[in-house]
């Protein structure tokens, strides 16, 4: 049975370069205007927009290079797009020398990566700096999960509700509890693991 959340552009890559173009274009403007990933939410539009084309140029460029990497494996497409798409904005603002995570944090944009990570709620104790430096140890811990955990820890990081994260998934409207409950789950996961490491994270965030 096919996949219904293969875009038909991919299986045109060779044969008509030009419509597979177009095709991934709007559906890459599309996607990630709708769901942006959290560090490209405090740009301008203008900015915003420009970023996107950087990262469909990305994507197509050297014959569709690293469009052709994505590999069905149970991950819908989107879902990949949104994570290439989220490391190539942490790595445009670092290589312009900003953090996003730091950003976000000083642009009291809603709460951190961090906190949404780990309780989804904003912070309002003042635990700001601890927060920049638990980060990178939350970060590496995720890395130890199974790719379904980090896929919904990393859009819980950008903000997205259960809801967002069923439409990034290409899921239908009434698996919004199912994913609910997963995302719960690894949080949960993610917090044991942390206190293996010796990192007692409900001391700091309420659950």
């Known amino acids: 049975m096919p996949n219904p959340s293969w875009p ?11 419509t597979a173009f177009v095709d991934f274009y709007r559906f890459a403007v599309r996607t990630l205007s709708t769901a942006p990933p959290r560090p490209m939410r405090n740009l301008s539009q203008d900015d915003r927009q420009d970023l996107i084309h950087d990262i469909i140029y990305h994507c197509a460029k050297d014959n569709f290079r690293v469009l052709r990497q994505y590999v069905d494996k149970g991950k819908p497409f989107a879902a990949w797009l949104y ?3 989220h490391n190539l904005c942490v790595d445009h603002f670092r290589s312009k020398g900003r953090d996003p995570d730091v950003v976000s944090i000083n642009r009291n944009s809603g709460g951190t990566s961090l906190e949404n990570i780990l309780s989804n709620r904003g912070s309002s104790n003042g635990k700001k700096s601890e927060l920049v430096e638990l980060i ?3 970060k590496k811990t995720i890395k130890r999960l199974d790719e379904y955990c980090r896929l919904l820890l990393e859009m819980a990081a950008d903000e997205f509700t259960p809801k967002e994260m069923v439409a990034v998934l290409r899921l239908p409207p009434d698996q919004n509890k199912k994913v609910s409950d997963d995302l719960r789950y690894c949080r949960e996961k993610l917090k044991r693991r942390l206190a293996e490491g010796g990192l007692d994270i409900r001391s700091l965030l309420k659950t």
Not at 8 to 18: E, K, N
């Open 136 to 138: 990178a140890i939350v």
């Open 83 to 85: 994570v290439m798409a």
């Open 8 to 18: 038909t552009f991919l299986d045109v890559l060779d044969s008509d370069p030009d």
